[in-house]
């Protein structure tokens, strides 16, 4: 075969890098287009048959490619470099082998890009919520942290407790799981966008040595998955199922999930969901508060019931027993993955949720 030919086959094996790649410098560009076409359109219609389809397997496929793929994948290269040694041109195979493998890892990331990457260059959802985009005080985020703390503890009231008088599942985890799609029920009536496929969250098997990254929940583009880590506290379960909906629904931003789920769980009838919406915008908002007017910050803490405050030491507790380098190094990846699509502030983008929160708040004439 003439050189020519190798490139041509090569540029193919490519194009689907190529494409990836444009859509990556250019979408950003033009966030209209991207909304209507790429994420209202060949997101949808790729993501929602296959979303439904993955959600019938009781297990988290994700975790069982990751687990079952690596040894796969070694023996497969094992198989690879013993036909090499013995073929009579190895040369020839070596070349074959290194383009295919080209053309996976190309493929790959145009699939990442068509169901993930693209939607950090839609719209935000302040725009497309019609949040009104004003300037807040420290009084304004009290206001807001004080009424996250009463409905909070309103909705902790008809839950469950332990042995140590901390919040357990009012039903079973494996139905609660089934219930999160439920939750964005009310939100797509008024926002059709806001429809998911994904009608059951999965839970992890290995979640209490997932915790050792500080991960609580993940979407995996390639399979149109939510899974979460099961091994957390109950009070965290229901926002972070949420919020791994969020991402199927089509949102990539880390601080839009989080705000979408607190909207996705606030409005849910399951008492479950709802405590874990308001006790993670609660947290969110109380952290920012904190550093912004501690003074402020002490007077709305006031407002928790002694339930509320036994699950936040409790949470507290729990990830400290999980820290060290393993968590940093996880973190420092992500923060790196974020950065990488284009949000600046990386890891504190979720952080950016509390604006989404004083936003909203101020739309519906709360402050």
């Known amino acids: 075969m003439n050189k020519s030919k190798l490139w041509v086959k090569w540029i193919l094996a490519l194009i689907p890098a190529l494409i990836a790649a444009l859509m990556y410098f250019i979408l950003p560009h033009?966030?209209?287009?991207?909304e209507n076409i790429i994420t209202l359109g060949i997101f949808k219609i790729f993501s929602l048959p296959f979303q439904w389809l993955v959600s019938i397997l009781p297990f988290s496929l994700t975790e069982a490619v990751v687990l079952l793929g690596i040894p796969i994948l070694i023996i497969l290269l094992v198989i690879w470099i013993i036909r090499i040694v013995k073929s009579q041109k190895p040369s020839k195979n070596l070349e074959r082998g290194f383009r295919f493998i080209a053309f996976c890892l190309s493929l790959l990331l145009l699939i990442f890009m068509v169901m993930d990457g693209a939607n950090f260059s839609r719209k935000p959802i302040g725009q497309l919520l019609d949040l009104p985009d004003g300037k807040y005080t420290a009084d304004d985020l009290y206001k807001v942290t004080c009424d996250l703390a009463l409905n909070a503890s309103k909705a902790r009231e008809v839950l469950p407790e332990d042995e140590n008088g901390c919040v357990t599942l009012s039903v079973s985890q494996n139905k609660l799981l089934l219930l999160a799609d439920d939750c964005f029920d009310s939100l797509k009536e008024e926002y059709p966008f806001m429809t998911t496929g994904v009608?059951?969250?999965?839970?992890?098997a290995l979640s209490h040595l997932w915790s050792y990254t500080g991960y609580t929940g993940v979407y995996c583009p390639w399979l149109?998955?939510?899974?979460?880590?099961?091994?957390?506290?109950?009070?965290?379960?229901g926002h972070t199922a949420a919020?791994?909906?969020a991402h199927t629904v089509g949102f990539a931003r880390e601080n839009e999930c989080n705000f979408i789920g607190f909207l996705a769980c606030s409005g849910s009838s399951q008492a479950d969901y709802k405590y874990s919406g308001y006790l993670a915008a609660f947290i969110y908002c109380s952290n920012a508060l904190y550093k912004a007017d501690k003074e402020l910050w002490r007077d709305a803490y006031g407002n928790l019931s002694d339930g509320v405050l036994r699950d936040i030491k409790q949470r507290g507790e729990y990830w400290d027993s999980f820290s060290g380098e393993v968590m940093e190094?996880?973190?420092?990846?992500?923060?790196?993955?974020?950065?990488?699509?284009?949000?600046?502030?990386?890891?504190?983008?979720?952080?950016?949720?509390?604006?989404l929160m004083l936003r909203y708040y101020d739309k519906n004439g709360l402050i």
């Not at 033009?30 to 991207?34: A, D, G, I, Q, V």
């Open 30 to 34: 033009f966030p209209e287009f991207t």
């Open 329 to 355: 190094s996880s973190q420092a990846v992500n923060d790196t993955f974020i950065k990488a699509n284009g949000d600046k502030n990386g890891v504190l983008s979720y952080n950016l949720m509390v604006e």
């Open 224 to 237: 149109s998955e939510a899974s979460i880590n099961t091994d957390v506290p109950a009070s965290e379960l």
């Open 199 to 204: 009608w059951r969250v999965k839970s992890v």
């Open 243 to 245: 919020h791994e909906i």
